[in-house]
């Protein structure tokens, strides 16, 4: 069955239509890999996806449902990743991981939190406002809800490889693999080519002028 399906999808930005009519499903254990060159709208395209702003045309559904009309559900069972990672600056990586799962009704001990950080690579740095981590370790922090939210159905993930180093791209790639396995469906977007020894989907957006 669909996780994730859309019909005659289409955004406008500024008076350009980034794409239109676009029709597709994300199965459970499916991965879409969404490409296209900057500015081609693949990030306007995982916003509407996720909910975060409403398409200039179409529908999306979550398990055959509009999202508008599972809302709460839908947010239950997805995991958003962008550009903007989240995470307060003055808050360590333990206070903004406790705080996240608060808000997404996740249990998970700070025993748990501790060692997620640590499988992280995040030893000593656990404790200390985040804004004195650098840039991929702040990735890393905001990362770590993909390790406590595996029972989600769907990931989307807006180019999470960036300023990861070899073994953080390797450590979330081994992530998303094994979400992939357990049957969850993610949708992403890199530029990087991916790193994910699994059957992928491919969606190219070409950019219009
Ligand atoms: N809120 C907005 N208001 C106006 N224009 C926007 C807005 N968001 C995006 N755009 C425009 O839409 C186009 C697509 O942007 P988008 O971020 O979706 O591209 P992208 O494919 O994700 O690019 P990149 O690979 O650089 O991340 C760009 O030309 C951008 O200027």
Redesign the pocket.
């Known amino acids: 069955m669909a996780v994730l399906s859309v019909t005659n999808l289409s955004?406008v930005?500024?008076d350009?239509l980034?794409f239109e009519n676009l029709n597709f499903a994300v199965k459970q254990g499916g991965l879409l890999y969404v490409k296209?060159?900057?500015?081609?709208?693949?990030?306007?395209?995982?916003?509407v996806l996720a909910g975060l702003?409403a398409a200039d045309s179409g529908e999306v559904y979550f398990s055959q449902q509009n999202i508008q009309d599972c809302r709460e559900n839908y947010h239950q069972n997805l995991v958003y990743f962008g550009?903007k990672l989240g995470i307060n600056q003055t808050l360590s990586a333990v206070e903004n991981l406790q705080f996240w799962c608060k808000q997404h009704l996740v249990s998970i001990s700070v025993d748990t939190i501790y060692d997620t950080l640590a499988q992280l690579n995040l030893v000593g740095l656990e404790d200390i406002p985040v804004a004195n981590l650098s840039a991929g370790q702040q990735r890393r922090v905001a990362l770590a809800r993909f390790w406590f939210k595996r029972d989600a159905k769907l990931w989307i993930l807006?180019?999470p490889f960036t300023a990861l180093d070899t073994q953080g791209i390797d450590l979330l790639s081994n992530q998303i693999t094994q979400f992939l396995s357990g049957g969850g469906a993610v949708v992403m977007?890199s530029?990087q080519a991916l790193r994910i020894d699994y059957p992928t989907d491919e969606l190219t957006?070409e950019?219009r002028i």
Do not use: C, F, I
């Open positions: 955004v930005k500024r350009r980034l296209g060159q900057n500015g081609a709208g693949k990030t306007s395209m995982l916003r702003v550009h807006d180019e977007t530029h957006l950019y």
